[in-house]
Structures are given as structure tokens and as C-alpha cells.
């Protein structure tokens, strides 16, 4: 069973930022907020990840509302490279297992 | 350069055969994973070794099996015994157990003639 909801598909033009959102309402006080992207016929990509402060690396921002019943993703300045599959992920719970629950992520295009 | 590598990229496979594919990790983790991904699908797993000398079943064991005689590898053999096996096979280590930060290999491409 997904833990989150995310669009199945996304469009974004060439260096304007790329807003990804996910919802994860039934999200538990101990889980963590995971996002990874699958470039195709690639292995999946671990981007960043958070509890409940906003999160920022080289590659992205993640920003978890106060609820944490949703989160974005956001790529500041989207490069033809970033088309990709992205997943948000719940995780670390004891419950979660030992798998991440993929599921079906956002298919992000990103035009010239 | 620190990470996993996987081998072969395309694999093809007779009915009836059973085939190995590779995975190998020079990240000094202690956790390795098996997971499928078919067509326009989330990843699914196969199986996962905790420590070398141990593995356990994932949620889709049944025609596979895999060994973890060293800390670096985890090779998967897919059996005669799994009916569909075309798919796209990823494999994944991470520091510990249930450490969620995975990090992927670039994964094979099992086709069966």
C-alpha cells in the first residue's frame, strides 16, 4: 500500500524551478519524508530527505508543511537533466520493513 | 570511485535456464537488497542480506535465490522455477539494515527468448 500520493505527471521549462508535491497524510511522528528519482533504465537516485524542518542540498529543497501531512520537492533551476521519475517515500518507522515503497512517483519533463 | 556496479547491463535467458546476475559494492555496507521494477511499475523486493553470511526473503523470493559470502557482493541467481523473470533487476546496499538512504546500482535487464 503507497504511504503517499504524488501526480503522475509533471511539465516544467528549462530553468524555471520544478515544484513536486506529495501527500502523505497518514504519515507517523517517527517517519521520515524520502525523495529519490529514476532516470530511465537507471538505478533510482537518492535526492535528499527530512522529518520535519526544511531540508536543502546540492540538488534540491524539501519542504514539510508544520502538519507534515505534505511535502515539495523542489528543484531550483530544472536542467533537461533533471526528466526523471520522482518518488517521495515514507520511511523509518518499524513498520515500514526493509523496502522502500516506490510506488508509481511524478514523471517530471523538463522542455527546452 | 566509491559505489555499486552491476553486471551485465542486458542479460538473456533460455526457458528452462537459470541465471546469475551480479552486484558488487566497494561502499563498505553492511546492507544489501534485491529489487525487481517491471513496466511502468515501483520497485519490488526480492530478497535482502543484513550481514554477511545472512540473508532474508523480500516480498517476492519465490524463483530466486542469492548468497552474501563476502561483505562487497550479493549476487542474484534467477531460477528456472520463476516464470516471468523479464524484468528490470536493481540492486542496493546501505550503511545498515533499515538505513533508509539506499544507494543503487545501475541495474540489469533480464530478458527471457
Known amino acids: 500500500d503507497a504511504k503517499t500520493t504524488q501526480p503522475p505527471s509533471m511539465d516544467c521549462a528549462e530553468g524555471r524551478a520544478a515544484n513536486l508535491p506529495c501527500n502523505h497524510s497518514t504519515i507517523s511522528g517517527n517517519e521520515y519524508v524520502y525523495w529519490y528519482r529514476q532516470i530511465h533504465s537507471q538505478g533510482p537516485q537518492y535526492i535528499i530527505h527530512?522529518?520535519?524542518n526544511n531540508e536543502t542540498n546540492e540538488m534540491a529543497s524539501l519542504i514539510i508543511t508544520e502538519d507534515r501531512k505534505s511535502s515539495t520537492l523542489i528543484l531550483p533551476h530544472a536542467t533537461l537533466r533533471d526528466t526523471a521519475v520522482y518518488y517521495c517515500?515514507?520511511?523509518?518507522?518499524?513498520?515500514?520493513?526493509?523496502?522502500?515503497?516506490f510506488g508509481k512517483g511524478t514523471s517530471l519533463l523538463v522542455t527546452p | 570511485d566509491g559505489g555499486i556496479t552491476q553486471s551485465p547491463k542486458y542479460l538473456f535467458r533460455k526457458e528452462g535456464q537459470n541465471v546469475t546476475l551480479s552486484c558488487e559494492q566497494n561502499l563498505n555496507h553492511d546492507a544489501m537488497y534485491w529489487y525487481r521494477q517491471d513496466p511502468g511499475q515501483g520497485l519490488r523486493l526480492i530478497y535482502y542480506s543484513q550481514i554477511v553470511n545472512d540473508f532474508q526473503k523480500g516480498d517476492i523470493a519465490e524463483g530466486y535465490s542469492v548468497s552474501r559470502e563476502k561483505k562487497e557482493s550479493f549476487p542474484l541467481t534467477v531460477t528456472s522455477a520463476q516464470k516471468n523473470p523479464t524484468a528490470f533487476y536493481l540492486c542496493?546496499?546501505?550503511?545498515?539494515?533499515?538505513?533508509?538512504?539506499?544507494?543503487f546500482g545501475p541495474g540489469t535487464r533480464l530478458l527471457v527468448l
Open positions: 517515500i515514507v520511511a523509518g518507522d518499524s513498520n515500514s520493513g526493509y523496502a522502500l515503497n
Open positions: 542496493a546496499s546501505s550503511p545498515r539494515l533499515a538505513e533508509e538512504t539506499q544507494y
Open positions: 527530512g522529518l520535519k
